[in-house]
């Protein structure tokens, strides 16, 4: 006897389908790239082996330098459109800075764990380097994602999120060097 109670299970086209409809506008998806990137340069930077770690004034770089990138990305936005068109610029301005706000979220995981070094809990090499591996794994998981929904099978989205997966590897591999 069938168990015409359970609900069906959603099949791979209509997850596809679903993804395809919520997909993050193509804005979104460079903001969050950028700012990963931005978020593991910077985090990598702070950490300086041979002096004392100060994990405040350290979140405190990464967190203002990412809202000033944010903030200058898009006003470079608004001069380039600006010069483009011959407009003066007007109230959209604003609205074109704070569109930024996908590469300042994707920076936040980073405060996150930095903030764990803040609290005592971790060194702040436990944190630069935490945060440095999920910054890692999620350009991994982002560039599979953004290839899945633009509608590339899984192999060439897994090749798309490899590129991302590599430039957060050439970041540690870089701190590791440097450090």
Known sequence: MPDHDR???????????????YRPHEHALFGVTYGL???????????NPGENP?????LLWVLLTAV?????????????HRAAERRATTTSTAGTVLAEWPLIAAVLPTVVLMCFSVAG???????VDAALWFNTA???????????IAGRGWPASFRSGGVDLAIGL??????SLIH
């Open 170 to 175: 050439v970041i540690i591999f870089a701190n």
């Open 138 to 148: 999620a350009l991994f998981t982002w560039g599979t994602w953004a290839a899945r």
């Open 68 to 80: 000033a990138t944010a903030a200058a990305h898009g006003y470079a936005h608004v001069v380039a």
């Open 121 to 127: 809990w971790w060194s702040e090499a436990e944190a």
């Open 37 to 47: 990137v931005l978020a593991s340069a910077l985090v990598a930077a702070v950490e």
């Open 7 to 21: 609900p069906a299970l959603p099949t791979a086209d209509a997850a596809l389908t679903w993804l395809r409809r």
């Open 54 to 58: 100060d994990p405040e004034a350290d």
